[in-house]
């Protein structure tokens, strides 16, 4: 089975963010339900992003994890809106398209969440991604994730307005699907 592990983004990690928003077809844009229009330019998002990993922790409005499989980044987690102690909202990606559909990201995300929860001193993440958008829903579900409901809104910065679904990203689902795969490997 392969290595699935997280870290915090770094400065050299900055350009693989990057080339993800490039690359994105305007068919991927929408079914991430992101306006295409919101997008910044490439200067401005590296900036934006060098601004974030200068923030201290306990004062930055966003964080970014990247996603690994047998030490090669697939994607990233990000976790927005974060109101330290409180809450915040997830969102994810991955690039690696060959890396999609294999589990990779149910668990990634679960060990994200749980380092969220612990970096951020949290009491409760949201994850909302646009309804008409199979991948996370699924992933979301599949782990246990409980769908709170829909509403119509943006879910991020870069998002249109469009339906989303809202699930609670509960510590202890994600820490109960870790200790089944981990059971599962054994």
Known sequence: MASLTIRPLKAADVDLVLSYWAAA???DLERMG????KLPGPDQMRAGLLKLLETPETQTPAFYMLWLVDGKPIGYTSLKGIIFGERGDMHLHIWDSACR??????????????????????RSIICEPGAMNP????????????????RI??????SKVCELNTYDIARDVAER????????RR
């Open 25 to 27: 077809t305007p068919a």
């Open 34 to 37: 992101v306006d295409p229009t």
């Open 101 to 122: 559909g294999k589990g990779y990201g149910a668990v990634l995300f679960c060990k994200a969440a749980l380092d969220f929860f612990e970096r951020f001193k949290l």
């Open 135 to 150: 991948m996370p829903n699924g992933m979301l579900k599949h782990v246990g994730f409980r769908l709170l409901g829909s």
């Open 153 to 158: 809104g943006a879910s991020s910065e870069l």
């Open 177 to 184: 699907y870790l200790k089944e795969i981990a059971n599962e």
